[in-house]
């Protein structure tokens, strides 16, 4: 599809197989999650700029890189945006992170938010959103809505499972937003879940239904 990435790396497929089980533990589903979350964060960053400066080591004067102007923020969906967070600042430990809170009205399927804090400058900073599940995409539409609303420019979406009805919604509201998935899923059931899916990954975190 266009402007998603799936992201078909041994590992990765690997964990999600165990994460989709339904027998999986809560600490053994937040473990996994948060592994996925540093290896997906090590394909959404692959082509972050660079530059050239000069630093010693034991030995000479050498010349290496480093990641070009400010770092990232991270931009958790709560609340299950939120296993991706600790595997992905193990990698990237000066990101900063925004905070968005919204719920799924179980009628409407609509999200419904109930908290917002970012940092002030995200325009001058590239801004991965975070949600585990792409279903409706209404939740990762309202999302980045709030987040261009403050001045974003540079957003990826990163996801654990997608939907197509969810993907054909975000990248219609949002063409420029690239979309970095583990799996594309067959679809949506009736109460908007994905199928064959891995159930509700917030539930799945916390122990709670």
Same mark, same amino acid.
């Given at each position: ?9 041994p ?8 994460m ?8 053994g589903?937040?473990?996994l999650l ?19 400066i ?18 990232l ?7 299950a ?5 600790? !595997?992905m600042?193990?990698?990237?430990? &000066?990101?900063?992170?925004? =905070? @968005?809170?919204l719920?799924?009205?179980? %009628?409407? *399927?609509?999200?419904?938010e ?8 995200l325009?001058?900073?590239m801004?991965?959103?975070?949600d ?9 539409v309202a ?6 609303e ?11 499972l997608?939907?197509?009805? !969810?993907?054909?919604?975000l990248?219609? &509201?949002?063409?420029?937003v =690239? @979309? ?5 899923? %067959?679809? *949506?059931n009736?109460?908007g879940?994905i199928?064959p ?13």
């Amino acid at each position: 599809m266009q402007g998603v990435t799936v992201v078909d790396h041994p590992l990765v497929q690997h964990k999600l197989t165990l994460m989709r089980d339904k027998e999986r533990s809560t600490k053994g589903f937040r473990q996994l999650l948060n592994e996925i979350g540093m290896l997906l964060c090590y394909e959404v960053t692959r082509d972050l700029p660079i530059e050239r400066i000069q630093i010693e080591t034991p030995m000479t004067t050498m010349e290496g890189a480093q990641i070009a102007g400010k770092k990232l923020v991270l931009a958790p969906i709560l609340r299950a945006g939120v296993g991706f967070l600790d !595997g992905m600042l193990t990698l990237v430990p &000066a990101a900063r992170v925004a =905070h @968005i809170g919204l719920y799924r009205d179980p %009628e409407s *399927l609509q999200a419904v938010e109930y908290y917002f804090k970012a940092p002030s400058d995200l325009a001058d900073r590239m801004v991965l959103v975070l949600d585990p599940m792409l279903a409706t995409a209404n939740s990762a539409v309202a999302a980045i809505d709030r987040l261009k609303e403050r001045g974003a420019k540079d957003l990826r979406f990163v996801c654990l499972l997608a939907a197509p009805e !969810g993907i054909e919604k975000l990248r219609g &509201a949002h063409p420029d937003v =690239h @979309i970095w998935t583990a799996s594309i899923d %067959e679809r *949506l059931n009736d109460h908007g879940y994905i199928v064959p899916g891995l159930g509700d990954a917030g539930d799945r975190m916390y122990g709670t239904r």
